[in-house]
């Protein structure tokens, strides 16, 4: 079992930077492809960024390229997603989520934390 704590939401003015946080339980967390999620009101969740085991390799969804960054430190068990120039579309309930494989489906899934963006 693995469980993941996000941290970091708030309210932020457009244009404006946030970085949240998620902490994993356990001693496996360097098993993991990692991955950030939000699900915006009356929306599907969707994908928005993931990195490698070792942090080697990461992807975005295209909305968020050049905006957002994806990291991990697999010393302190914690992957963090660094989000800047903040539009008012990327509010949104933000899952953090770990699974095996690069291309498999989630296996673990944190609580959610709350971004919003005030335009």
């Known amino acids: 079992q693995v469980q993941l704590v996000e941290s970091g939401g708030g309210l932020v003015e457009a244009g404006g930077s946030l970085r949240l946080s998620c902490a994993a339980s356990g001693r ?50 914690t992957v963090y997603l660094q989000m800047s120039s903040l539009k008012p579309e990327d509010t949104a309930v933000y899952y953090c989520a770990a699974k095996t494989g690069w291309a498999t489906s989630t296996d673990y899934w944190g609580q959610g934390t709350q971004v919003t963006v005030s335009s």
């Open 28 to 77: 496996t967390f360097s098993r993991y492809v990692m991955g950030w999620f939000r699900q915006a009101p009356g929306k599907e969740r969707e994908f928005v960024a993931r990195i490698g085991k070792t942090g080697d390799i990461t992807s975005y969804v295209d909305s968020v390229k050049g905006r957002f960054t994806i990291s991990r430190d697999n010393a302190k068990n």
